[in-house]
């Protein structure tokens, strides 16, 4: 079977500087794996490699067995979903006119399945709306909302989708611990059956969600295995658990 995605030889550099190098990585179907290292290690540019923001200079990027390197967003987003690190949301737009927006947007990207009745739009946004805690704001803007609550709407739009990958850079951040434990459990049961790849700081958190973990440090992915075998190697607690980033 093809894996969901798999990374080769990629590399990219702004200017002079490398940020990175040589990365490869293979996410099988189904599996829930998360990306870690310390801030600057050129996580969010990996996805933006991925979800075809940038392109790399080196390298190709392969989904469930086709070549996606250096297509356009709009291209991949038939077979991919993703969340930012900075939130992304409509302001001016109600929050369930986001997720209606979402769930549109993912069905219009399919051949077969172009024309989903309102109806069924209506039903999958307001379902997501319940799941991220945000039925008391459905009909306010999105930009009227906390940050937390457009983190958890930012959430909604990517798992509204039905993309089989799921990228989310993480997720969690600004979210206090309730807000951080309700969002990972919507994670894991939005993706059940799907690929996620998770860029993630709070590590109890990756450990729990993860199938698997690499580890990126300056541009390398320095490791690659189970969350016992990662927690257990001393290179990855050296160059990052051990750390202040963590
Ligand atoms: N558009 C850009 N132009 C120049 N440098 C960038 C750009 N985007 C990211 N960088 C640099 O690339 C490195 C990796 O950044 P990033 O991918 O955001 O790391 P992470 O998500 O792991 O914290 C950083 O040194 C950052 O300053
Ligand atoms: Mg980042």
Not at 29 to 46: D, F, M, V
Not at 64 to 73: E, F, L, S
């Amino acid at each position: 079977m093809n894996a969901a995605l798999e990374l080769h030889g990629i590399a990219k550099r702004f200017g002079a500087t490398r940020v990175l190098q040589g990365v490869d990585l293979r996410v099988a179907q189904g599996e829930r794996h998360a990306l870690i290292g310390p801030n600057g290690a050129g996580k969010s540019t990996l996805f933006d490699l991925i979800s075809g923001r940038a392109r790399p200079d080196d390298g190709r990027i392969v989904a469930n067995g086709i070549d996606i390197t250096g297509r356009a967003p709009q291209r991949v987003s038939r077979s991919l979903a993703r969340s930012f690190q900075t939130t992304s949301v409509f302001g001016g737009l109600s929050v369930i006119d986001n997720l209606r927006c979402a769930a549109l947007g993912a069905a219009s990207a399919r051949f077969i399945d172009r024309w989903l009745p309102s109806r069924r739009l209506d039903e999958r946004a307001h379902a997501m709306l319940v799941a991220i805690g945000l039925d008391a704001h459905a009909d306010e803007p999105a930009a009227r909302l906390t940050y937390a609550e457009q983190r958890a709407l930012d959430l909604g739009i990517a798992l509204a989708t039905d993309a089989p990958l799921i990228l989310l850079d993480e997720p969690t951040a600004g979210m206090n611990r309730a807000e951080a434990q309700r969002a990972l459990a919507l994670i894991r049961a939005t993706t059940e059956g799907r690929t996620l790849l998770v860029i993630e700081h709070d590590m109890d958190a990756v450990f729990d969600l993860a199938d698997r973990i690499s580890v990126l440090v300056q541009g390398r992915v320095i490791a690659t295995d189970a969350p016992a075998a990662i927690r257990a190697n001393w290179d990855v607690r050296e160059a990052y658990l051990g750390g202040a980033a963590s």
